[in-house]
T-cell receptor
Framework: EPEVTQTPSHQVTQMGQEVILRCVPISNHLYFYWYRQILGQKVEFLVSFYNNEISEKSEIFDDQFSVERPDGSNFTLKIRSTKLEDSAMYFC?????????FGPGTRLTVT | RKEVEQDPGPFNVPEGATVAFNCTYSNSASQSFFWYRQDCRKEPKLLMSVYSSGNEDGRFTAQLNRASQYISLLIRDSKLSDSATYLCVARDFGAGSYQLTFGKGTKLSVIP
């Protein structure tokens, strides 16, 4: 069964550093998403990506965040200058306009 | 503001019990609804979609009441493996986006 994959599974970084989180969505899916989940809190939408551009973003997704689909398979989330409050699980998801499937997540720890 | 509200629990039930979870959503324009389950420190996994006519998948039954903006999930004959957090989710259609709005989840512990 096809699945969304994410790397790395855990990333530790120092405040102010840049991080790139990587995702490979399911191959025939058209819509791609990033969500985050701070420990003990609910899953929150960050951004959606369709037809090679951002289609929607939340107020969390400020200028420190960017997304890219550099080739036909990868989908990345970049945080330019990490803050302590960016520590969270980051989930990538994809769909074809129906049911949405999530990757296993990257645990980002900012120290 | 789009919100999905759930009773956080925890629900502690014995094996074999029937348990029901409820959820309400604030955005009357939400188009689709789902139940996901999430194990500790894992990703949300799709359990089932929720249809207005009600739908069943084995031991799981989901219901949607659009007039009341209310969604439910019933689990019959609970198994130990059902222990997880159950997430009520609403989906909105935008231009090129089907973003999900999650509830905080209801934690279920099935006890031997």
């Amino acid at each position: 069964e096809p699945e969304v994959t994410q790397t790395p599974s855990h990333q530790v970084t120092q405040m102010g550093q840049e991080v790139i989180l990587r995702c490979v969505p399911i191959s025939n899916h058209l819509y791609f998403y990033w969500y985050r989940q701070i420990l003990g809190q609910k899953v929150e939408f960050l951004v959606s990506f369709y037809n090679n551009e951002i289609s929607e973003k939340s107020e969390i997704f400020d200028d420190q965040f960017s997304v890219e689909r550099p080739d036909g398979s990868n989908f990345t989330l970049k945080i330019r200058s990490t803050k302590l409050e960016d520590s969270a699980m980051y989930f990538c998801a994809s769909d074809r306009g129906n049911e949405q499937y999530f990757g296993p997540g990257t645990r980002l720890t900012v120290t | 503001r789009k919100e999905v509200e759930q009773d956080p629990g925890p629900f502690n039930v014995p094996e074999g019990a029937t348990v029901a979870f409820n959820c309400t959503y604030s955005n009357s324009a939400s188009q689709s609804f789902f139940w996901y389950r999430q194990d500790c420190r894992k990703e949300p996994k799709l359990l089932m979609s929720v249809y207005s006519s009600g739908n069943e998948d084995g031991r799981f039954t989901a219901q949607l009441n659009r007039a009341s903006q209310y969604i439910s999930l019933l689990i019959r004959d609970s198994k130990l493996s059902d222990s997880a957090t159950y997430l009520c989710v609403a989906r909105d259609f935008g231009a090129g986006s089907y973003q999900l709005t999650f509830g905080k989840g209801t934690k279920l512990s099935v006890i031997p």
